[in-house]
């Protein structure tokens, strides 16, 4: 069983160079690197319980989202995706991590993305690099959450 959070970006500003680098600079050396198709695999199992990939999204309206941030259809070019192992013994480590890696990318490249759980939207990432945090389930009140939206600019979002 595993859990899927997803990253629909705008745009491509994302490369696998990037990526790669950005998990090296963590301290993870993405040794096990598969090629697919439209992107990239990265196995991070054994140190983190999750795997990564990085898709050139579909044509259209494969690649549309029906978002509650913005009144208008949301189309992406390309998506990250988290799958995570429930059993993961390290699983608080995990998050902060992935969390880290995912708003560090998105604050960096300064790219417009929503991010979702499953189908949950969680939040969205603008290109003015402010973040717009949707808590109505409390996700973003947990202490290793917290720590990762701290000092950015967040705008709360209380309806979807």
Not at 73 to 101: G, P
Not at 118 to 139: A, P, Q, R, V, W
């Amino acid at each position: 069983m595993a859990t899927t959070y997803s990253i629909l970006m705008k745009n491509r500003k994302l490369t696998t160079k990037i990526l790669i680098q950005k998990l090296e600079n963590m301290g993870y050396i993405c040794g096990c690197i598969k090629e697919l198709p439209k992107g990239i695999e990265i196995d991070l199992q054994e140190k983190l319980g999750s795997s990564i990939y990085l898709i050139i999204a579909g044509d259209y309206p494969y690649n549309s989202w029906s978002t509650n941030f913005n009144e208008e259809e949301y189309i992406f070019q390309q998506y990250l995706e988290c799958r995570f192992i429930n059993n993961f013994e390290y699983w608080e480590n995990r998050y902060k991590v992935i969390l880290s890696l995912i708003f560090g990318l998105m604050l960096d490249l300064k790219e417009e993305a929503l991010f979702i759980n499953n189908d949950t939207e969680l939040c969205m990432f603008k290109e003015d690099g402010s973040i717009h945090l949707y808590n109505k389930n409390g996700i973003w009140n947990h202490p290793f959450f917290r720590d990762i939206i701290v000092d950015k600019n967040i705008k709360y979002v209380d309806e979807l």
